[in-house]
């Protein structure tokens, strides 16, 4: 046998891409991976887990400003040190990517740094020309931002990488864009002391989110100073030596905006380029790979997940199809992904967190199907553990079918929403009808009797508001 000849061979060593890898493995499958820059991807390197590390930074530094409210004094002037969040952030990342070398090489998978792609006949290959004989390959190439032709990416105006590893806290900032990413840095700069402003061209900030938990979430940001304007675009951006004019359009846009820096946060792309994929059947529809719900492409033994496959764009999702994907290609009896079973979490200030049906599609579900909805609505500021903690701002939101009593939807903002919507990601899996759920105990005095709370509510008997 080659040493290049493999069953499985993965191209992309993100959540996806790695994850992938070691299921194989696990199920005796000859795997390599294929990663052109650094193990773990954008997610463990550029995405993720270092936005998070500074999100926790912030978040101690915003406890210390609250400090006396909880009865504690801190000695001396709260400061942030920038250079040594973007250091423990960055240390972060490291270990973490050292870890994902660790594990694929506890499993065997043979890791090849370079880059693959699909040459004549659809024959996988490195750039030097070397072969990579495989029966299936398995591309998790991911994606990378969105770059608009009114903000090229420069000095003053920042992708997500560069808004990572700041050299100094701008006084002013604008954020294109009112999605997750956007929002994680309008939070974690607003905290440093930055003024921020946040463009978003839709309707609501946090489109993808139901649109009455995004109102709230909205109310905090801006009690926090945020500035946000929704329904306008960039029309225009001037760099100058000291600064960035924006010009923008829409319904109510404000007088063009000078800033420090510009933070383009205004979607992703996939990563379809360089692969050859003019040599396969496989195809490509609005920058992402066309596949089935077990990441099958046109072309026979080609698959793809995460990112590049299309949205959500989120890790897990990503990891979660590469097992099912693996398990697919070793001939395991396996169910598609239901996307509408995928939690998405935004970690903010507060976090906003979800699952399922917002409140809109629901209501377009229940007029399509003939059915009709039953939504319940708790309240933090009347859950206990959430005023001792000092937490006391957010909403939990449910959404039912009224006929079966399924879990439509599930929908947090609160300081740890994201900790939270595990419990009905779960239920949902097991689907658990509201009845269930409303014969579920809740701990007291936890976070999650609000969610309790809520199923509760939708049949209008919640027991604390």
Same mark, same amino acid.
């Given at each position: 046998?080659?040493?290049?000849?493999?069953?499985?061979?993965?191209?992309?060593?993100?959540?996806?891409?790695?994850?992938?890898?070691?299921?194989?493995?696990?199920?005796?499958?000859?795997?390599?991976?294929?990663?052109?820059?650094?193990?773990?991807?954008?997610?463990?390197?550029?995405?993720?887990?270092?936005?998070?590390?500074?999100?926790?930074?912030?978040?101690?530094?915003?406890?210390?400003?609250?400090?006396?409210?909880?009865?504690?004094?801190?000695?001396?002037?709260?400061?942030?040190?920038?250079?040594?969040?973007?250091?423990?952030?960055?240390?972060?990342?490291?270990?973490?990517?050292?870890?994902?070398?660790?594990?694929?090489?506890?499993?065997?998978?043979?890791?090849?740094?370079?880059?693959?792609?699909?040459?004549?006949?659809?024959?996988?290959?490195?750039?030097?020309?070397?072969?990579?004989?495989?029966?299936?390959?398995?591309?998790?190439?991911?994606?990378?931002?969105?770059?608009?032709?009114?903000?090229?990416?420069?000095?003053?105006?920042?992708?997500?990488?560069?808004?990572?590893?700041?050299?100094?806290?701008?006084?002013?900032?604008?954020?294109?864009?009112?999605?997750?990413?956007?929002?994680?840095?309008?939070?974690?700069?607003?905290?440093?002391?930055?003024?921020?402003?946040?463009?978003?061209?839709?309707?609501?900030?946090?489109?993808?989110?139901?649109?009455?938990?995004?109102?709230?979430?909205?109310?905090?940001?801006?009690?926090?100073?945020?500035?946000?304007?929704?329904?306008?675009?960039?029309?225009?951006?001037?760099?100058?030596?000291?600064?960035?004019?924006?010009?923008?359009?829409?319904?109510?846009?404000?007088?063009?905006?000078?800033?420090?820096?510009?933070?383009?946060?205004?979607?992703?792309?996939?990563?379809?380029?360089?692969?050859?994929?003019?040599?396969?059947?496989?195809?490509?529809?609005?920058?992402?790979?066309?596949?089935?719900?077990?990441?099958?492409?046109?072309?026979?033994?080609?698959?793809?997940?995460?990112?590049?496959?299309?949205?959500?764009?989120?890790?897990?999702?990503?990891?979660?199809?590469?097992?099912?994907?693996?398990?697919?290609?070793?001939?395991?009896?396996?169910?598609?992904?239901?996307?509408?079973?995928?939690?998405?979490?935004?970690?903010?200030?507060?976090?906003? *967190?979800?699952?399922? =049906?917002? $409140? !809109?599609?629901? /209501? %377009?579900?229940?007029?399509?199907? @003939?059915? +009709? &909805?039953?939504?319940?609505?708790?309240?933090?500021?009347?859950?206990?553990?959430?005023?001792?903690?000092?937490?006391?701002?957010?909403?939990?939101?449910?959404?039912?079918?009224?006929?079966?009593?399924?879990?439509?939807?599930?929908?947090?903002?609160?300081?740890?929403?994201?900790?939270?919507?595990?419990?009905?990601?779960?239920?949902?899996?097991?689907?658990?009808?509201?009845?269930?759920?409303?014969?579920?105990?809740? *701990?007291?005095?936890? =976070?999650? $009797? !609000?969610?309790? /709370? %809520?199923?509760?509510?939708?049949? @209008?008997? +919640? &027991?604390?508001?």
């Amino acid at each position: 046998m080659s040493t290049h000849d493999y069953d499985v061979v993965v191209v992309g060593g993100g959540p996806g891409g790695y994850v992938g890898a070691i299921r194989a493995a696990q199920l005796g499958l000859r795997t390599a991976l294929v990663e052109r820059e650094a193990l773990g991807g954008i997610c463990l390197n550029w995405g993720c887990i270092p936005t998070k590390a500074l999100l926790h930074s912030a978040a101690v530094l915003r406890t210390c400003r609250d400090a006396a409210a909880a009865g504690v004094s801190v000695a001396g002037a709260v400061e942030a040190n920038l250079a040594v969040m973007v250091q423990r952030s960055r240390g972060i990342a490291g270990q973490l990517g050292r870890g994902v070398a660790h594990l694929l090489k506890k499993h065997g998978v043979a890791v090849i740094e370079g880059e693959a792609r699909f040459g004549a006949g659809a024959a996988l290959q490195l750039a030097d020309g070397t072969a990579l004989r495989a029966r299936n390959v398995v591309l998790a190439t991911g994606a990378r931002a969105r770059v608009l032709p009114e903000l090229p990416p420069g000095e003053r105006i920042w992708t997500y990488r560069e808004a990572l590893v700041p050299r100094a806290v701008p006084a002013s900032l604008v954020v294109v864009g009112a999605g997750a990413i956007g929002m994680e840095f309008a939070c974690f700069y607003r905290a440093l002391g930055s003024a921020v402003t946040v463009v978003e061209a839709a309707a609501q900030i946090l489109p993808q989110e139901d649109a009455e938990i995004a109102a709230v979430a909205r109310k905090a940001f801006e009690a926090q100073g945020i500035r946000i304007h929704t329904g306008c675009r960039v029309a225009a951006a001037r760099v100058g030596p000291d600064d960035v004019t924006v010009t923008l359009a829409g319904a109510g846009a404000p007088a063009p905006l000078s800033v420090e820096r510009v933070i383009s946060a205004a979607g992703i792309v996939g990563n379809v380029e360089g692969l050859g994929l003019e040599h396969t059947a496989v195809a490509v529809r609005h920058g992402h790979i066309v596949t089935d719900a077990l990441g099958r492409t046109a072309q026979p033994g080609v698959h793809a997940i995460g990112d590049v496959a299309g949205p959500p764009w989120l890790a897990h999702k990503a990891s979660h199809e590469a097992v099912l994907c693996m398990e697919a290609i070793a001939g395991l009896p396996v169910h598609g992904l239901d996307p509408r079973r995928i939690p998405a979490c935004t970690y903010t200030f507060p976090q906003v *967190a979800s699952i399922g =049906l917002t $409140e !809109a599609s629901a /209501e %377009a579900w229940a007029r399509e199907h @003939g059915r +009709a &909805l039953r939504i319940g609505r708790f309240p933090f500021a009347a859950n206990g553990r959430a005023l001792a903690a000092g937490e006391g701002s957010g909403l939990a939101k449910t959404i039912f079918d009224a006929a079966s009593g399924e879990l439509l939807g599930s929908h947090v903002v609160h300081a740890e929403a994201s900790e939270l919507i595990g419990a009905h990601a779960v239920a949902m899996g097991l689907e658990a009808t509201e009845a269930d759920l409303m014969a579920s105990v809740a *701990a007291h005095p936890t =976070l999650g $009797e !609000a969610l309790h /709370e %809520a199923v509760l509510a939708a049949q @209008g008997v +919640a &027991l604390h508001v």
